[in-house]
């Protein structure tokens, strides 16, 4: 399996931005998928994911109302839509897909198998 994000940049606090991941190399629709971040010497945090049921979605509390990950199975693709962006929002952001993730953690990052290389945010203030 191979992931590609991109769509990262530098931005004014109060920008949008949206991130793209590519899949590759498997089966897509039946993987749920999500979006984390790092900022260098700190943890990799969730950001946004979906269920391979495609039916639901969850947030990080610090994106929730800015951000929104969506997915285009016949694409292979996975969005996230950032909007009002803030500083604290400055990180690398990885795309990540796994066929075992259930509802229940689908935020916790030892539950994917896949990831990309990441694609850089910087927020200005």
């Known amino acids: 399996v191979q992931l590609q994000a991109s769509g990262g940049g530098l931005v004014q606090a109060g920008d949008s931005l949206r991130l793209s991941c590519a899949a590759s190399?498997?089966?897509?629709?039946?993987?749920?998928v999500a979006w984390f971040r790092q900022v260098p010497g700190k943890e990799r945090n969730f950001v946004a994911g979906?269920?391979?049921?495609?039916?639901?979605?969850l947030y990080a509390d610090s994106v929730k109302g800015r951000f929104t990950i969506s997915r285009d199975n016949a694409k292979k693709m996975v969005y996230l839509q950032m909007n009002n962006l803030r500083p604290e929002d400055t990180a690398v952001y990885y795309c990540a897909t796994g066929s075992t993730v259930i509802q229940s953690n689908l935020a916790s990052r030892t539950a994917y198998a896949y990831w990309g290389r990441g694609t850089l945010v910087t927020v200005s203030s």
């Open positions: 190399g498997r089966t897509f629709r039946t993987d749920s």
């Open positions: 979906i269920h391979r049921s495609g039916g639901s979605t």
